[in-house]
C-alpha cells in the first residue's frame, strides 16, 4: 500500500475517472464538467476531485482503487 493522501470518500469518483479516461471520451483536462453531470458536483468539487485523481495517479494503481487495464 502507498503513502498517499488521496481522499478515500472519492473513490468512486477516482474508478468514473478511470473509466473516463480509458473511454477517450474526453481529454482528461476537461475531465470536471463529467464529473459534474455523472455526480451532480458543483465545479469547484469537481476540479478538486480531478486534481486529486491526477496528483495521486499512481497511488490509486499501486493500491488497487483503480486499474488501468
Not at 468512486?12 to 478511470?18: D, K, R, S, T
Not at 473509466?19 to 469537481?46: C, E, I, V, W
Amino acid at each position: 500500500m502507498s503513502n498517499s493522501t488521496y481522499n478515500k470518500e472519492w473513490i468512486a469518483y477516482y474508478e468514473y475517472l478511470e473509466f473516463l479516461r480509458q473511454s477517450g471520451a474526453t481529454n482528461m483536462f476537461g475531465a470536471a464538467p463529467y464529473l459534474q453531470d455523472h455526480y451532480g458536483l458543483d465545479r469547484r468539487k469537481a476540479r478538486e476531485v480531478l486534481s486529486s485523481w491526477m496528483t495521486h495517479y499512481d497511488a490509486l494503481l499501486e493500491d488497487g482503487v483503480i486499474s488501468n487495464d
